[in-house]
């Protein structure tokens, strides 16, 4: 077993390579500090390889970015314009015929009036592509995915 002062294969971080370093510092047989003889830094001792590749510290930076701000679809912020707005639309309609049920599958255009499970009467506000559509909610304006394929 390795303990302070003994030589041992480490990853500097600094030379970029698996390289002799000295033991400086070690808790219950874990060795916790070294020194490279190469260059002379000090750091924690990682093991005789790079924690992670670049890719893989990527992928976690971005989905902890994801987490830290949901999309704003699924958070109403401006709650009060868009009730007002809402209402208004809601006094103006005329026939409860007019609310079509909303389906993924179906396409729907400008003006369209919607019922969601959840969200409730929606009114299609603004067509963006060809499979999204902004609707305007009780609460919210959201971005609703349509004319989708079937499964
Ligand atoms: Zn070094």
């Given amino acids: 077993m390795s303990s302070v ?3 041992i294969d480490a990853y500097c971080l600094r030379c970029k390579l698996t390289l002799s370093h000295v033991v400086l510092f070690e808790v219950g ?3 916790q500090k070294v020194k490279c003889r190469t260059c002379g830094a000090e750091h924690k001792y990682r093991g005789t390889k790079p924690e992670k590749q670049s890719g893989v510290t990527l992928l976690k930076r ?3 970015r994801d987490r830290a701000t949901p999309p704003s679809s699924s958070k109403p912020e401006k709650v009060k314009p868009v009730l007002m707005e809402w209402t ?5 309609l005329k026939d409860e015929g007019e609310v079509r049920i909303y389906s993924l599958q179906d ?3 400008r003006g369209d009036v919607i019922r969601h499970p959840s969200f409730g009467i929606g009114f ?3 067509i963006i ?6 609707v305007l909610f009780k609460d919210a304006l959201r971005r609703m995915a ?3 394929k079937a499964p």
């Fill in 88 to 92: 208004q639309k809601i006094g103006d």
């Fill in 107 to 109: 396409s729907y255009s």
């Fill in 5 to 7: 002062g003994d030589l």
């Fill in 129 to 134: 592509s060809e499979t999204r559509m902004d």
């Fill in 29 to 31: 047989g874990i060795i």
């Fill in 146 to 148: 349509m004319s989708l």
């Fill in 62 to 64: 971005t989905r902890t």
């Fill in 124 to 126: 299609v506000e603004k």
